[in-house]
């Protein structure tokens, strides 16, 4: 037996601009009864669940890739959590708070991490499904009843809990409050804790400026710390990491754990999967259909809720959600390299602004290569890919070889009402659709879906991937890529970073990549360059590097050592002054055991 899920996306949904033909092809309306009908009211196509066989007929025929149908087993549809209405999204199973300790949720953008977060936290009941009869308290703690989440919800009836949210949009912060960091941080440190998350989170030249006037990664720690700082029972961090450098993302996650010694609950959404293996206890994996429906797993280990993950089977459910598994190329040699042509060479650079500084040693970037860049915030990596490009003029050396660069820039811009398709046309130089290069770059990147999709109604991550594929279509010798993993849920960072190695080496490009993903930049680069120096005074970028002696060096700046998961062979923090750890930093070997 089966359980019928139909969802309709009423955005992608245009029955103007369509024949309808998803009513007029659908077999159930063909016999004479009313399954897909065209909603008189919202002007949009509605799908009775009930009746409909499943067939995805209607699928298959909508030409804007509007409707999903899935068939899910039977038993599910007993522990629906909430739906948000007719042939809308739906919710699976909860995961569970648990009391000292962190539970990271892993899982694909539009799955249901939103929807988890405002049932916990009480902004939310959950309507069990039943979204026209909602039920009352009394019936959702007897559905609940024998489980650890009955008592979570008693407090939550009885306003017995309070939850502590840092949101993903800490741009809106800045919209909502006036005044300095300091004053934004002390409003809200309701456990005297201020001056210890200051210092813990790298703040200290940052709180006394205007909130306006901070960049996305102070906003994103200032969000941290006042999420921190409440006195709460439950706290939710989403996304912690964005817009921050390997040595802020670690100083985010110590304060995190912090709350977990003291009893807390924790839970954490983090695509960054280095800092979820570093921060995590436990891991919850949400699976389903992006938009459609989302599954929460049973709570598993660290290690084994992100194996799973990339496996993507859930052995102890028996499901697969994913056809692939995602592995990890054990190799980090650049020998292949050698005997091939440099695109571009440069000397010994060096720019100088009034407070700012930087130095860069030389070198070069040669055909099918990616070469990573790594190191903190200001110290000077988006000046240095300025100069290759011409952007910006160095005070000494000189870059003779002019060479074509398409640049996709750190900061995206998604105030412009125009739709994707024309985006795209204007990259490629001409039409994008029935084209070579949408083979080549639009469907592995899978974003045709948003073709008739207005700019400014696009996620981060949605944009992110536009932002990569305008790049990559233009027809330059070499593609600049500033942080391509911003936004982007694990599998997207995976799949983009795979698809842009291939990408790469098949046609003989060349691309320079900046990005503070570890686990990413690993996978991606062929060899590196590391920045280092006192941040907002003074960069030095060291020559590229073979990838095991640049991250060797990089890792040990942080003071942090990898090892090879023997399972699916990804790079793991070992936790720290733990026996792999201490014996690796005695060996002087950060990165990887040998």
């Not at 007029?24 to 669940?49: F, H, M, R, T």
């Not at 009869?133 to 979570?152: A, M, Q, R």
């Not at 306006?212 to 006042?226: C, D, H, M, N, Y």
């Not at 080496?505 to 006192?534: C, N, P, W």
Request: net charge neutral; aromatic share 8%.
């Amino acid at each position: 037996m089966t359980h019928r899920v139909a969802v309709l996306d009423k955005e992608l949904c245009q029955p103007k601009k369509c024949g309808l033909e998803c009513i007029k092809y659908c077999p159930v309306n063909k016999s004479g009864a009313d399954c897909i009908i065209l909603n008189e009211e919202e002007k949009k196509a509605q799908i009775d669940e009930n009746i409909c066989n499943g067939c995805g007929i209607c699928v298959k025929v909508c030409p804007f890739d509007a409707i999903t149908i899935v068939n899910l087993a039977s038993e599910l549809a007993t522990d629906k959590v909430h739906q948000y209405g007719m042939n809308s999204f739906r919710l699976y199973k909860l995961p569970t708070p648990k009391k000292g300790e962190v539970v990271g949720l892993l899982g694909r953008n539009g799955m249901g991490k939103s929807t988890v977060v405002n049932i916990l936290s009480g902004n939310l009941k959950p309507n069990l499904g039943r979204y026209e009869n909602p039920p009352e308290w009394d019936e959702v703690l007897k559905y609940y009843s024998g489980t650890e989440l009955k008592s979570h919800f008693e407090k939550i009836k009885e306003n017995k809990i309070r939850a502590s949210i840092k949101p993903q949009q800490v741009q809106q912060i800045a919209q909502a409050f006036n005044g300095t960091g300091r004053e934004l941080l002390a409003r809200y440190d309701e456990r005297g804790v201020v001056n210890d998350l200051i210092k813990d989170l790298g703040l200290e030249n940052a709180v006394d400026h205007d909130i306006k006037e901070l960049s996305g990664g102070e906003l994103q720690r200032i969000a941290v710390g006042v999420a921190a700082a409440k006195d709460a029972e439950f706290y939710f961090f989403d996304e912690p990491s964005s817009y921050n450098d390997v040595f802020q993302r670690a100083g985010v996650a110590r304060v995190i754990h912090s709350l977990a010694k003291i009893g807390k609950s924790v839970m954490v959404v983090e695509h960054d999967l280095t800092l979820l293996d570093y921060l995590s206890d436990y891991i919850e994996v949400l699976y389903g259909e992006p938009a459609a429906y989302g599954i929460v797993s049973s709570v598993l280990s660290t290690k084994v809720g992100i194996n799973v993950f990339l496996d993507g089977y859930l052995p102890t459910e028996n499901v697969r959600f994913r056809d692939k598994k995602f592995s990890f190329d054990v190799s980090s040699s650049s020998d292949e390299f050698l005997d091939a042509d440099d695109v571009i060479s440069y000397p010994k650079l060096v720019k100088k602004y009034p407070a700012f500084g930087v130095t860069v040693e030389p070198g070069r970037v040669r055909k099918g290569e990616i070469l990573g860049i790594m190191g903190a915030n200001a110290l000077g990596k988006t000046t240095f890919m300025k100069m290759i490009a011409g952007v910006e003029k160095p005070d000494d050396g000189e870059i003779t070889k002019k060479i074509k660069i398409a640049y996709k820039p750190q900061y995206l811009q998604n105030d412009i009402d125009v739709e994707v398709i024309s985006v795209l046309d204007k990259a490629n130089g001409g039409q994008i659709e029935g084209s070579q290069e949408e083979e080549q770059i639009v469907d592995p990147l899978k974003i045709k879906k948003l073709y008739n999709k207005s700019v400014r109604n696009l996620s981060g991550g949605e944009l992110q991937k536009v932002a990569v594929a305008s790049c990559l279509l233009q027809k330059v010798d070499l593609y600049a890529l500033d942080e391509p993993s911003a936004f982007l849920d694990v599998e997207d960072r995976i799949a983009v970073a795979k698809f842009l190695q291939k990408f790469v080496r098949s046609y003989g490009k060349s691309a320079i990549v900046i990005d503070h993903d570890l686990q990413l930049m690993d996978l991606v680069s062929d060899t590196m360059v590391i920045f280092e120096g006192e941040s907002g005074k003074e960069g030095h970028a060291t020559e590229p590097m073979s990838k095991s002696n640049a991250m060797n060096r990089f890792l040990r700046s942080l003071d942090i050592s990898f090892r090879r998961d023997e399972t699916s062979m990804r790079p793991r923090v070992n936790k720290s002054e733990s026996r792999l750890d201490k014996q690796q930093k005695q060996t002087g070997n950060f990165y990887y055991r040998k």
